[in-house]
């Protein structure tokens, strides 16, 4: 069964007055949806846009598993376990933030930042928090995320060029920039796709695009 979800369909939020505009795909702070709480193992899929020097004060998060992927500009990552790095578009950042941890997250370049940021639950919660960031990962490289039972996969695709869709449980397409086709439907940037039982199935893309695949297990 394929779900798909518009880009206009995500909940806004964000402080716009402060240079941050969030958009979400799941039940989010005041936009309390109980029909939408979670996929699989993700819980968040929020598309943030924060302008020069605009950011995320220090702020707590436990029990998940945060991904970020850039997009456009330079993300700056500090947290109390004492990572402090700058991610740019082709990195994956991980936090797991296990029993608890406090971040920073800011834009201090002079030009706009978006990125894109999923939370997945852990099979486990508690532990020790830790982190990773793998530097301009190629196209097609599965990353693992033992942690939540997932593997993200990034695919930046030609006009034309086609690539599978994981046999899974649950795969949660999320499209970064560009057009696909999925199953009898187009996707546009920022629109995304819920998979149950995936199998056998292709996505196509109409011109250059880039597409977050999560491929888990539960």
Known sequence: MIS???????YRGGDPAAGIESLHAFSFGRHYDPGNLRFGAILACNEERLAARAGFDE??????EIVTWVVE???THRDTAGHATVVRPGDVQRLSSAGGVRHVERNDGDVPLVFVQMWLAPLRPGGEPSYEIVRGIADSTPYALPEAGAMLHARRLVAGERTA??????VYVHVVRGHVALGGDELGPGDAA?????E??????????????????R
Request: net charge negative; no cysteine; aromatic share 2%.
């Open 59 to 64: 702020h707590p998060h436990s029990h998940t």
């Open 194 to 198: 819920r998979i149950t039982d995936a």
């Open 200 to 217: 056998d199935l292709e996505l196509t893309a109409a011109d250059a695009a880039e597409v977050l695949l999560w491929e888990m297990g």
């Open 73 to 75: 500009g330079e993300l």
């Open 165 to 170: 869709v994981p046999d899974a449980p649950h």
């Open 4 to 10: 798909v979800r518009r880009a206009g369909e995500r």
